[in-house]
């Protein structure tokens, strides 16, 4: 089966159409190598794609028919990304809450209440 096929099939991309871009992109490495679309799929194949800023590393059980159901995609394949991967897009997201380059604009009604409160405990401490 083609990887392209194979990522589809999985459901790691919502169409084929988004599988077969990632490749030719270069987000897909089968054995450390990155490969094309049509490159074939065999199993005990590790595959890395890189999603949403995550690398997701698989093992290639088995070979599917067509796509298949969510609640069967364990059968396929075996899902080894570390939780050191997931952590860091939890912090990325967290860090872009927070991060606001300097003029962008009029400060928001969240911002506007913090400096507010800090402001009233600074005088809090003074008197």
């Known amino acids: 089966m083609r990887i392209d096929k194979y990522l589809w099939s999985t459901r790691y991309f919502k169409t084929r ?6 490749c030719k992109k ?6 450390d190598q990155t490969v094309k679309p049509g490159r074939e799929v065999f ?4 595959i890395v794609v890189r999603k949403n800023q995550i690398d997701y590393q698989l093992t290639v059980l ?18 080894t990304t570390p939780k050191e991967a997931f952590e860091h897009q939890n912090l ?3 860090s872009k809450d927070y991060y606001r380059k300097k003029g962008t604009g009029r400060p928001t009604k969240k ?8 402001l009233d405990t600074n ?4 008197e």
Do not use: F, W
């Open 62 to 79: 088995d070979i599917p028919e067509s796509r298949v159901g969510a609640k069967l995609v364990d059968i396929y394949r075996k899902d």
């Open 26 to 31: 270069g987000h897909v490495k089968i054995n």
């Open 123 to 126: 005088e809090e401490i003074d």
């Open 43 to 46: 199993p005990m194949d590790k």
């Open 92 to 94: 990325l997201q967290y």
């Open 17 to 22: 159409n988004i599988a077969t871009n990632a």
């Open 111 to 118: 911002d506007r209440r913090e400096i507010d409160d800090y």
